[in-house]
C-alpha cells in the first residue's frame, strides 16, 4: 500500500483547489503531479490511498502542503510513521520556511529535475544523500500536432520585449501564431491549441520540469524554447544551461538565448522540422504509467 498525502489534508488548501477547478486550472503544478502518480499507480495495478488517517504508518509519502508534512514531521516523532518521502511540490528553495526541508525526520526528498537537486544541495550540502529526482508523467491524448498549422508562443515570465522580438520574427517571416498567455487559459483551452499548432514557442525564466512543455511533447508539438540560463529566487541564483526545460531532449526541439539568436534557430529548427520526435521521446519516458513505476523505485531503494 502506497500512503500518499497532499495539502488537501486540511481544509483551506482543498477549498483553493475547490476554486481552481471551478477555474478549469485544477490540472496545473501540484495537482497535475499527483493526477499522474495516482493515475500511474492505478495502471501498475498498485494500492494507494490518498490523505487517509491511520493510526501507524510503515511509509508516507508527502506530495505537496507544509501543514501537511509538519504533521508527518511530528508522527514521526510519536513513533506513528517510520519513514517520510517528502516532495516534489513543498518548497522553492531549501532555506523556506525555517528550512522545513531539511528536518532530519524526512528520509527522502523527491525533486522534479536534476537541476533542482544540484540547487538544493549547494545550499544545504547535508541534503546530498537523500535528494531523488523524480519527473512526473502526463496524460497522453494522441498525436494532436498540425505540421502545416501555426505556431504557439506561450509566454509564461521573462523579458516581455523578448516576447515582442518573437513575434516580429514570426510575423516578418510570414508564420502564422497566436499567443497564450500562462495562467490565462484553461487546460482544455491549451488541448485545443495544440491541435493545431505546428510548434510551440516556450517563453519561461525558469521550469522545475514543465508539465506544459510535456504536454506538448506527448502531443508530437516540438519546442522552441528560450533559455536565459539562470534562476533568481529571494537573493539565490543558480545557472543551467536547460533552466527553461530540464527535460528538453535533442528530439523534441532547439533552445535560444535571445532574439537574433531566435532567428538563426527558426531556420536550423524548420530546416530540420521531420527530424523531431517528440512524441516517441514521450511515450518512452513520460506516460504516467512510467513515471509512476520510477516514484516506486525510488520508495523502494534503500
Not at 30 to 36: D, F, G, R
Not at 240 to 249: E, G, V
Not at 279 to 288: E, H, I, K, Q, V
Amino acid at each position: 500500500m502506497v500512503n500518499l498525502f497532499t495539502e488537501n489534508l486540511f481544509f483551506l488548501p482543498w477549498l483553493k483547489n475547490l476554486v481552481k477547478s471551478a477555474m478549469g486550472r485544477s490540472h496545473r503544478g501540484p495537482k497535475a503531479v499527483q493526477n499522474s502518480l495516482e493515475t500511474g499507480l492505478f495502471e501498475l495495478g498498485v494500492d494507494f490511498k490518498v490523505d487517509s488517517f491511520a493510526r501507524s504508518l510503515e511509509l508516507a509519502c508527502v506530495l505537496s502542503g507544509l501543514k501537511t508534512l509538519e504533521w508527518a514531521i511530528g508522527r514521526k516523532r510519536k513513533g506513528q510513521i517510520n519513514k517520510i518521502v517528502a516532495g516534489p511540490n513543498l518548497v522553492v528553495s531549501p532555506k523556506d520556511y525555517s528550512e522545513i526541508i531539511c528536518r532530519e525526520e524526512i528520509d527522502k526528498i523527491v525533486v522534479p529535475s536534476q537541476w533542482v537537486k544540484e540547487f538544493y544541495e549547494r545550499e544545504c550540502p547535508n541534503l546530498q544523500s537523500k535528494i531523488e529526482v523524480w519527473a512526473a508523467g502526463v496524460e497522453d491524448r494522441g498525436r494532436l500536432v498540425k505540421p502545416d498549422g501555426q505556431f504557439t508562443v506561450l509566454y509564461k515570465s521573462g523579458p516581455e520585449s523578448l516576447l515582442n522580438e518573437v513575434r516580429e520574427v514570426l510575423g516578418s517571416t510570414g508564420k502564422n501564431y497566436s499567443v497564450l498567455h500562462y495562467g490565462k487559459y484553461s487546460h482544455e483551452d491549451f488541448f485545443k491549441t495544440l491541435r493545431g499548432t505546428k510548434a510551440l514557442v516556450y517563453i519561461s525564466k525558469s521550469e522545475s520540469q514543465g508539465l506544459a512543455l510535456h504536454e506538448a511533447w506527448m502531443a508530437g508539438v516540438p519546442t522552441l524554447v528560450w533559455n536565459g540560463g539562470r534562476f533568481e529566487y529571494k537573493g539565490m541564483s543558480y545557472e543551467s544551461d536547460k533552466i527553461s526545460a530540464p527535460y528538453l531532449d535533442p528530439s523534441c526541439g532547439l533552445f535560444f538565448k535571445n532574439s537574433n539568436e531566435f532567428t538563426i534557430v527558426l531556420g536550423e529548427f524548420l530546416q530540420n522540422y521531420s527530424n523531431f520526435s517528440p512524441r516517441d521521446y514521450s511515450l518512452r519516458n513520460f506516460t504516467n504509467k512510467i513515471s509512476a513505476q520510477k516514484f516506486l523505485n525510488i520508495l523502494n531503494a534503500k
